[in-house]
């Protein structure tokens, strides 16, 4: 992508992220005063909008516009906070989107409460905007596998050994799903061919594996000031992220006995970024990365696209560093 296409698209995705945000802020200003205040914290954190921003660009690029499916893309971000407020109690996170987490900043119980109001406010905006059966059914069935995702993901906790391919099914559900549900969608919003949409359900689950495999590395290899949110909960609870799986793989015992060692959570990162190097993990991953990557294009072949918006943004995502 040229430097005027890419300046192109910077402009329209930097238009769309103002205007879900914007919009955001109207969706629940009327309620007790504690649930109120609680969402609009929540939906005021400084995200990237991927999820609605997906949705639309499906739209637009398919149909020439995406206002059918705007309430669907709102939805979507709704659901997608709603999770994360809950993926951060059951992680313990103390960060998000450069802000404390709701049961940090509150308790526990708010969080739980103000997830369950958010899930509650996205299906209402689904059933006030008269979509067809199969749009609900897609953000339904995503819904179900995000659950099914992280309760294998906690499984995994306990477990001394996940291999890649157990890896890459859990996060199939948990992050895949997010990604591949909000493309379909953009699709269904139009009365698309439930057949054409399916191809770009698949082409969601190849870009969101790819997206989570992505954000396993950075996490490891970046820093909690860059992705504005606290990145040493996964390996003091012991998760089987992509890197942590691959040096396991490597040496079944480094981690562990790592750990053990080392007090300082800097120290644990520090010498896992170094194992990760020396054994040319980060080579592995970003393979990967690339294979999962053209894999999802291939479901496109044979979509008749208006317009490049939603790839070129996919190739934005692909080479994100945060």
Known sequence: MNLVKSNIMNKLIIN???????????????????LVETFNYVISGKGKRIRPILTLLTSKSLFGNYKKAYNAALAVEILHNFTLVHDDIMDNDSLRHGKKTVHEKWDTSTAILIGDAMLAKSINILSESN??????????????SVCEGQAIDKEFEIKKKVAEVEYLKMIEK???????????????A???SPKKAKKLFNFGICIGKAFQ???DFLEIMSSPKI???SLDS???LGKKTYPIILCNKKDKNFIKHLIKKKQNIKDIITEIRQFIKDNKIDVEIKNE??????????????IDFKSNDLLNFINKIKTRQK
Do not use: V
Request: net charge positive; hydrophobic share 40%; no cysteine.
């Open 174 to 188: 948990k992050t895949a799903y997010l990604i591949a549900m909000p493309i379909e969608i953009g699709a269904l």
């Open 289 to 302: 990365i690339e294979k999962l990557y053209k894999e999802g294009i291939a479901h496109t072949q044979k």
């Open 234 to 236: 996964d390996i003091l």
């Open 131 to 144: 979509y067809n059966s199969n749009l609900i059914q897609s953000f339904n069935s995503a819904l179900l």
């Open 227 to 229: 992705m504005n949110k």
């Open 190 to 192: 139009y009365e698309y």
């Open 213 to 215: 495999i992505q954000d």
């Open 16 to 34: 769309l992220q103002n205007k879900i945000h914007s919009d955001l802020k109207k969706i629940y200003n009327s309620g007790p005063i504690s």
